[in-house]
Structures are given as C-alpha cells and as structure tokens.
C-alpha cells in the first residue's frame, strides 16, 4: 500500500507538470496571435494613411486610374488654365482634388500614391547664336523658374524630371529666340522694357503649350550676352558713335540754353537802360519846365535886368581872350565894356 501510495503519488506530480507545460503553451500562442493581430493593425493603419508634406503633392490612383489630386494651399492653375485643359482628366468630375498638406487617407493595399515636389526649379539653357532684327549676332544664355502645378497631368505625360527638362528646352530657348529675332539690337542690349515685353508675351506661349503637361514657367530670363568675336569691334564702335552723338546733342542744348540766356539778359539790360532813359528824359523835362518858370517869374520881375543877364551870358558865351567884338554905341553893353576898359 505504502508503495502503490508512493507511485500514486508519483504519478499524480508528473500530471500536475504535464499540465501547466499545456497552459504555457495555450497562453504563448495566445500571445502570439494578439502580435500579429497588432501587426497586422499597424500594417493596415500604414496602408490606409499617408502624410503629404508642406511643399509636396500627390497623386492617388487605383488600379491605374487617377482617383485623386493632392495640391498645394493657393494652387489656382486649374482655374487660370481652364480653356487649355478643357478634356483632360483632371477636370474630370471622376478625380477628387483637395488641397493642403498633412494626414490623408487611402484605400489599403489598391491605392498608390505618388508624391512630387511643388517647389521652383530653375531650367538654364546651353548657350546658342541668335540674329537681332539687323541680323546682328549674340550669345545668349536664358534660364526660367518653373514648378509642378499638376502632378496627375506630369506623372501621365512627362513622368520624370529629365523629360519636362528635354520638354522645357525643346519650347523655351526657341520662343526666346524668335522674340529677339524680332527686336532691334539697340532694344535688346539696352532697353529693358522692351526685352521683358517680348519675354512676358513669350512665356505666356510657353505655358499655353506647358499646362497641358502639368508644369507652369512662372519666369524666363535671358541669363548671359556675349558677342561673337566678330561683332566685337563694330559693336564698341556703334556704342562709341552713340556716345559722341548723345554728348554733340547735350552740347548743343548747353550752347543754346546759353544763347537764349545771354539774349534774355541783353534784352532785360536794353529794357532796364530804355527805362532809365526814359525816367532821366522826364526829370530833365520836369526840371527844364521848372526852371523856365524861375526864368520866367525872374523876368516878369525885372525885365531890363533879365535882358542885361541874359546878354551877359550870351556874351560870356561868344567871346575868348582873342576874339573882335564889333558894339554899337547904342547897345547896352558897350558902356559897360567902356567902363571896364578905363578901370583896367
């Protein structure tokens, strides 16, 4: 009894381990399950979110279908393009189009998204001949500004960034090239307004042609000028004939400003002379006038003395130390001339 006692109760251990060795293996596999159902969760979380950057944009397609447009806050290209994308997909009612950054949804595991950048790039141009309207030659340069404003239309029709560089260099340099075909030489090299004239209505045929394929040129510019060796000399010399006939034109309107100031200052002097002669005439005709009225009340006053005076005067006048007066003895004076005579 005692034996079959203990090998009852040895046996009764070894079921007691075999047990718990069951229940950890129940609650292992328990716990293994619950991973990968939390696996399986973050995964499915991870496919059916996705984060779009500040200065990104994206596209979402299923199954090779356009389902989505993901576009930048401000992103007005569809509607200033509106006629030239008339029937492309992205008008569509079929692509949903929101705009802004952040946190979008998907549907996991058949949506793709594709993510461009919406930030400027810059296109610079090899340098090329061009002809002015004098069929004068330059070596030009240009370069442009340009963006993805549509990432559906890029992705379908352009697909990478070396083929909207090959797509920007076969429509940019070629429009640029036939603007200054246009202008003359003098308005190419130095009037601004009208080289940026001519660009602006250029690049407004670039992006007639450019918006279609989701891209908008923002800005072209020509980037270097450089004369062919040729053209060198005949271009510092018309530069220098230009100089020389702008200096002869300010030298010419100095000499006249000149002329028709010392003009204004001879005829201001002969008006002020004029003026003066005129004053001086009438003080002299004033003053005439008021000595003829002394003379005059003098002579009222004592007309035979007025007349001696006045012969007196007529005779001081007349005669020097060597002149011959010839007097009658009636003459009033001949007494006096007598008098002085003996006195002497």
Avoid at 313 to 322: G, M, R, V, Y
Wanted: net charge negative.
């Amino acid at each position: 009894m005692q034996f079959n006692g203990s090998d009852f109760s040895f046996k009764g251990g070894a079921g007691a381990q075999k047990s718990g060795s069951s229940f950890g293996k129940r609650h292992g596999m328990k716990l293994v399950f619950a991973g990968l159902i939390l696996i399986l969760v973050m995964i499915l979380i991870g496919e059916s979110v996705f984060i779009v950057g500040e200065a990104d944009q994206a596209v979402v397609s299923r199954f090779g279908v356009i389902e989505k447009l993901i576009l930048n806050d401000g992103n007005d290209f569809h509607q200033i393009y509106a006629d030239q994308l008339e029937g492309e997909i992205t008008l569509s009612d079929s692509v949903q189009k929101t705009y802004g950054s952040g946190l979008h949804f998907k549907m996991p595991f058949v949506d793709k998204v594709e993510t461009y950048s919406g930030l400027l790039y810059t296109y610079v141009s090899s340098s090329e001949v061009v002809n002015t309207a004098e069929k004068k030659q330059y070596y030009i340069t240009t370069y442009a500004q340009w963006h993805i404003t549509d990432p559906a239309l890029f992705s379908l029709k352009l697909g990478s960034m070396n083929a909207a560089e090959n797509q920007l260099d076969n429509i940019i340099h070629p429009v640029i090239v036939q603007a200054i075909n246009r202008m003359p030489a003098a308005d190419f090299i130095s009037n601004k307004d009208a080289l940026n004239a001519a660009l602006q209505d250029g690049l407004t045929a670039i992006n007639r042609d450019m918006c279609v394929r989701g891209i908008e040129v923002v800005d072209i510019q020509i980037h270097r000028t450089t004369l062919p060796n040729a053209n060198i000399e005949s271009t510092y010399a018309r530069m220098e004939a230009d100089r020389a006939k702008e200096a002869q034109a300010l030298r010419s309107e100095g000499n006249e400003a000149y002329s028709m100031a010392v003009a204004d200052a001879d005829l201001e002097a002969r008006q002020i002379e004029a003026d003066a002669i005129s004053k001086a005439g009438a003080i002299r005709g004033a003053a005439d006038a008021e000595a003829a009225g002394i003379y005059a009340d003098a002579y009222a006053a004592d007309p035979e003395f007025y007349s001696y005076w006045r012969a007196l005067q007529a005779l001081k006048s007349a005669i020097d130390a060597d002149a011959t007066l010839v007097l009658d003895q009636s003459n009033p004076l001949f007494a006096d001339l007598l008098k002085f005579i003996i006195a002497e």
